[in-house]
């Protein structure tokens, strides 16, 4: 193929993307004809919007479902049309909820989803697929699923690289213990990536601080109350051995703080990880010393952008790159010296984004070891 013949392709591929997307709200039920000499696929009408997550007592999830509201709102509906489907941490509930929503919707839907865990994935994204439904996926899947296996209806899958930020806060925290110590662990949902991935973080710190050793990592299911209990654990068992603690999520160190104020301890070093109001506040007044901001409103708009705009017929899954199918969302590092910074910048006042820049932010194709 010519250079020219090659790059007039592009072009075209290109502009039919832009067309697509551009006109995507007032093209009904025609049919959209994608890929050069390919077969033409009929467009759903205004898909019904659905978000599958966990709960609402958590800042992250909150920050989550506000994002797909302003993205239904950018398509000009109230953003209470968009469908909470709130599995509390089943994932048997979750399947469950999917199910009744595309045999009430008959498949004419959208649907942004944290399937809990990642065994849970498969059988969701299955269930949608044989609906004629479209999904995007955040967090949560088993390593051997991959959208393109499933087909256009499995739009894509993003997580985040979790794994280096809290490497780095537990350097901080090492750095924060002198480099000596004990240190105890407070996971997520065991079975969750983002868990598994945070405290590989932490082991691959404490490679290079000898002197500091892992009492305990146990899970604390991402919540408050169940780190209180875990961390009061943790103190009776190793008391004053313990030096520092790497928290899997913000709320977790949320817990762990109420824990040792009931010791009365009110210095014990503590990194966290969301970057929740409430735990950037915690950093700014010295109560942790870090947590790390996964930009939970971009990642709950996007998510929810990118299953509507398939579902419509805007762009073909199919035809976009392995990158676009599974990818790493955004992450910053909070710690002080940054912390007001930060709160100012997207906190304060929301960021205003793009609902069809779909990969802009992030950061690259999931890599597998």
Same mark, same amino acid.
């Not at 997550?53 to 709102?73: C, T």
């Not at 599995?87 to 839907?109: P, Y």
């Not at 990194?271 to 901001?293: C, I, W």
């Given at each position: 193929?010519?250079?020219?013949?090659?790059?007039?392709?592009?072009?075209?591929?290109?502009?039919?993307?832009?067309?697509?997307?551009?006109?995507?709200?007032?093209?009904?039920?025609?049919?959209?004809?994608?890929?050069?000499?390919?077969?033409?696929?009929?467009?759903?009408? %205004?898909?019904?919007?659905?978000?599958?997550?966990?709960?609402?007592?958590?800042?992250?999830?909150?920050?989550?479902?506000?994002?797909?509201?302003?993205?239904?709102?950018?398509?000009?509906?109230?953003?209470?049309?968009?469908?909470?489907?709130?599995?509390?941490?089943?994932?048997?509930?979750?399947?469950?909820?999917?199910?009744?929503?595309?045999?009430?919707?008959?498949?004419?839907?959208?649907?942004?989803?944290?399937?809990?865990?990642?065994? !849970?994935?498969?059988?969701?994204?299955?269930?949608?697929?044989?609906?004629?439904?479209?999904?995007?996926?955040?967090?949560?899947?088993?390593?051997?699923?991959?959208?393109?296996?499933?087909?256009?209806?499995?739009?894509?899958?993003?997580?985040?690289? %979790?794994?280096?930020?809290?490497?780095?806060?537990?350097?901080?925290?090492?750095?924060?213990?002198?480099?000596?110590?004990?240190?105890?662990?407070?996971?997520?949902?065991?079975? !969750?990536?983002?868990?598994?991935?945070?405290?590989?973080?932490?082991?691959?710190?404490?490679? %290079?601080?000898?002197?500091?050793?892992?009492?305990?990592?146990?899970?604390?299911?991402?919540?408050?109350?169940?780190?209180?209990?875990?961390?009061?654990?943790?103190?009776?068992?190793?008391?004053?051995?313990?030096?520092?603690?790497?928290?899997?999520?913000?709320?977790?160190?949320?817990?762990?703080?109420?824990?040792?104020?009931?010791?009365?301890?009110?210095?014990?070093?503590?990194?966290?990880?969301?970057?929740?109001?409430?735990?950037?506040?915690?950093?700014?007044?010295?109560?942790?010393?870090?947590?790390?901001?996964?930009?939970?409103?971009?990642?709950?708009?996007?998510?929810?952008?990118?299953?509507?705009?398939?579902?419509?017929?805007?762009?073909?899954?199919?035809?976009?790159?392995?990158?676009?199918?599974?990818?790493?969302?955004?992450?910053?590092?909070?710690?002080?010296?940054?912390?007001?910074?930060?709160?100012?910048?997207?906190?304060?006042?929301?960021?205003?984004?793009?609902?069809?820049?779909?990969?802009?932010?992030?950061?690259?194709?999931?890599?597998?070891?």
């Amino acid at each position: 193929m010519s250079t020219f013949i090659k790059d007039f392709i592009e072009r075209e591929t290109i502009n039919r993307r832009n067309f697509l997307l551009a006109t995507a709200a007032g093209m009904g039920a025609m049919a959209v004809p994608f890929g050069l000499g390919g077969a033409a696929q009929a467009a759903l009408t %205004d898909p019904a919007i659905a978000w599958s997550y966990r709960d609402r007592a958590s800042a992250y999830w909150n920050s989550i479902v506000s994002g797909g509201e302003a993205f239904v709102e950018s398509l000009g509906k109230p953003k209470d049309s968009l469908v909470s489907l709130i599995n509390e941490g089943s994932s048997e509930k979750s399947l469950a909820d999917i199910k009744a929503f595309l045999a009430k919707t008959n498949g004419k839907c959208a649907i942004a989803c944290d399937a809990n865990d990642s065994p !849970n994935a498969r059988p969701v994204v299955e269930a949608v697929r044989d609906a004629g439904a479209y999904i995007s996926t955040i967090w949560n899947k088993t390593d051997d699923l991959h959208p393109w296996d499933i087909g256009d209806n499995y739009v894509s899958h993003m997580t985040w690289s %979790d794994e280096k930020p809290a490497e780095q806060t537990a350097r901080i925290l090492f750095e924060a213990m002198g480099g000596k110590g004990g240190v105890v662990h407070l996971g997520g949902i065991a079975a !969750n990536n983002p868990a598994i991935e945070r405290l590989n973080g932490l082991k691959n710190a404490l490679k %290079d601080f000898p002197n500091i050793e892992l009492l305990d990592a146990q899970p604390a299911d991402w919540d408050t109350t169940k780190g209180t209990e875990l961390m009061a654990s943790f103190l009776t068992r190793f008391g004053d051995k313990i030096t520092g603690v790497h928290c899997a999520n913000d709320n977790i160190a949320y817990g762990v703080i109420e824990a040792l104020r009931a010791e009365g301890i009110e210095n014990m070093p503590i990194v966290a990880y969301d970057g929740n109001p409430e735990a950037v506040k915690l950093v700014m007044d010295g109560k942790l010393l870090a947590t790390v901001f996964t930009n939970p409103h971009w990642g709950g708009g996007i998510t929810a952008a990118l299953a509507y705009y398939a579902a419509t017929g805007a762009f073909k899954p199919s035809e976009e790159p392995k990158e676009h199918r599974e990818f790493y969302g955004p992450t910053i590092l909070i710690s002080k010296k940054d912390a007001a910074d930060f709160k100012a910048k997207y906190l304060d006042t929301v960021p205003s984004y793009n609902w069809k820049d779909f990969w802009g932010p992030g950061n690259g194709q999931i890599k597998y070891k």
